[in-house]
C-alpha cells in the first residue's frame, strides 16, 4: 500500500500540538503539516458566520495539502458540528476528526470512569458558552454532575507561549482552583491546557484529568504508514513568530524533524 498523505491539523495557536503529540505517541500521523493560524485568533470572540468562513478555510487549505483535515480547535469543532458539515463529505478531503468527535469517543472509551462523577470540563469562553459537550455527557452517562468553566488568562498565556510551568499561581487562574477542588474528572477542552496538564496534576492529585484531543489518534482511518516523524509548520499572523512555533514544537515534541 502506498503512503498516505500527511495529515494536516489546524488550530488557532500552537497548542493543537498538544494533539499532534498524542497521534505520534500512538504511531499514527507520523508525518504531518501543522497550521497555527494566529491571524484569526481568538476565535471565540468572532460571530457564527465568521467561525464559519474559518471552517470553509481550513477545509480548502486542508484539500490542498492532505487527504485528512484534524481540526485541533474546539471553537471551531462546535461550530462544525452545528453546521452539520461533520455528517458531509468534504471534496478532496476522505475524512475530517474534529474535537467534537474527539470528545465523544472520550466519553465511550472512558465511561465507566466519567459515571457517576462531578464533572467540570474546562474550555474557553466559547466552548464554556455551549451546552454541547455538557449534552453529550449527559445523554451517554449518569453522571452526577456536569459544569463547565472559561480559563481564559491560562488558554492566552499557553497560546502565545508566555506560560512557565511549576508555578501554581501561573496555572490557577480565573477560579480554576476552586472548581478544581470540588470536582472529580477535568476536562481539558482546550488544546491548550493539556501543555499544564502535569501542573495540574500536581496540584490535584485527586481528581482525574482527561484529554479529548488524545482520542482523535484512534479514529483516524488506516492507511500507509511512513515510520519517520516529520512536521511542517505553518504559522500565519504575527502574534508568534514561526521561528518561536518552531523551536517550541522541537523541544515539545522531541524531534528535529520540523520545518
Same mark, same amino acid.
Given at each position: 500500500m502506498a503512503d498516505s498523505k500527511p495529515i494536516f491539523i489546524a488550530d488557532t495557536c500552537i497548542c493543537g500540538l498538544s494533539v499532534l503529540k498524542s497521534m505520534?505517541?500512538?504511531?499514527s500521523a507520523n508525518e504531518a503539516v501543522f497550521m497555527a493560524d494566529y491571524a484569526i485568533n481568538p476565535l471565540g470572540v468572532k460571530d457564527d458566520a465568521a467561525i464559519a468562513e474559518v471552517a470553509g478555510n481550513w477545509l480548502a487549505t486542508a484539500a490542498e495539502l492532505s487527504d485528512t483535515l484534524v481540526i485541533a480547535c474546539n471553537t471551531l469543532s462546535i461550530r462544525f458540528h452545528?453546521? #452539520?458539515? =461533520?455528517?458531509?463529505?468534504?471534496?478532496?478531503?476522505?475524512?475530517?476528526?474534529? !474535537?467534537? +468527535?474527539?470528545?465523544?469517543? !472520550?466519553?465511550?472509551?472512558?465511561?465507566? /470512569?466519567? *459515571? +457517576?462523577?462531578?464533572?467540570?470540563?474546562? #474550555?474557553?469562553?466559547?466552548?464554556? /458558552?455551549?451546552?454541547l459537550y455538557a449534552d453529550i455527557l449527559g445523554s451517554a452517562l449518569p453522571v452526577t454532575e456536569v459544569s463547565t468553566i472559561p480559563a481564559t488568562t491560562l488558554e492566552r498565556n499557553i497560546a502565545r507561549l508566555r506560560? *512557565? $510551568?511549576?508555578? #501554581? $499561581? =501561573?496555572?490557577?487562574t480565573d477560579g480554576l482552583g476552586e472548581a478544581l477542588a470540588n470536582t472529580d474528572v477535568a476536562v481539558l477542552a482546550c488544546t491548550c491546557f493539556p501543555m499544564a496538564r502535569i501542573e495540574l496534576e500536581a496540584l490535584f492529585p485527586d481528581v482525574l484529568f482527561l484529554d479529548p484531543g488524545a482520542y482523535c489518534a484512534g479514529l483516524l482511518k488506516k492507511g500507509g504508514t511512513k515510520q519517520t516523524r516529520k512536521l511542517t509548520m505553518r504559522v500565519t499572523g504575527d502574534a508568534v513568530q514561526k521561528e518561536q512555533a518552531v523551536e517550541f514544537a522541537k523541544t515539545y515534541l522531541g524531534s528535529d524533524l520540523i520545518a
Amino acid at each position: 500500500m502506498a503512503d498516505s498523505k500527511p495529515i494536516f491539523i489546524a488550530d488557532t495557536c500552537i497548542c493543537g500540538l498538544s494533539v499532534l503529540k498524542s497521534m505520534w505517541e500512538s504511531g499514527s500521523a507520523n508525518e504531518a503539516v501543522f497550521m497555527a493560524d494566529y491571524a484569526i485568533n481568538p476565535l471565540g470572540v468572532k460571530d457564527d458566520a465568521a467561525i464559519a468562513e474559518v471552517a470553509g478555510n481550513w477545509l480548502a487549505t486542508a484539500a490542498e495539502l492532505s487527504d485528512t483535515l484534524v481540526i485541533a480547535c474546539n471553537t471551531l469543532s462546535i461550530r462544525f458540528h452545528q453546521l #452539520g458539515r =461533520s455528517e458531509q463529505v468534504h471534496t478532496g478531503l476522505r475524512q475530517v476528526v474534529s !474535537m467534537v +468527535d474527539g470528545f465523544k469517543a !472520550m466519553v465511550k472509551l472512558e465511561a465507566e /470512569r466519567l *459515571a +457517576d462523577s462531578k464533572v467540570l470540563v474546562i #474550555g474557553t469562553q466559547y466552548t464554556s /458558552r455551549q451546552p454541547l459537550y455538557a449534552d453529550i455527557l449527559g445523554s451517554a452517562l449518569p453522571v452526577t454532575e456536569v459544569s463547565t468553566i472559561p480559563a481564559t488568562t491560562l488558554e492566552r498565556n499557553i497560546a502565545r507561549l508566555r506560560y *512557565a $510551568g511549576n508555578n #501554581g $499561581g =501561573s496555572v490557577l487562574t480565573d477560579g480554576l482552583g476552586e472548581a478544581l477542588a470540588n470536582t472529580d474528572v477535568a476536562v481539558l477542552a482546550c488544546t491548550c491546557f493539556p501543555m499544564a496538564r502535569i501542573e495540574l496534576e500536581a496540584l490535584f492529585p485527586d481528581v482525574l484529568f482527561l484529554d479529548p484531543g488524545a482520542y482523535c489518534a484512534g479514529l483516524l482511518k488506516k492507511g500507509g504508514t511512513k515510520q519517520t516523524r516529520k512536521l511542517t509548520m505553518r504559522v500565519t499572523g504575527d502574534a508568534v513568530q514561526k521561528e518561536q512555533a518552531v523551536e517550541f514544537a522541537k523541544t515539545y515534541l522531541g524531534s528535529d524533524l520540523i520545518a
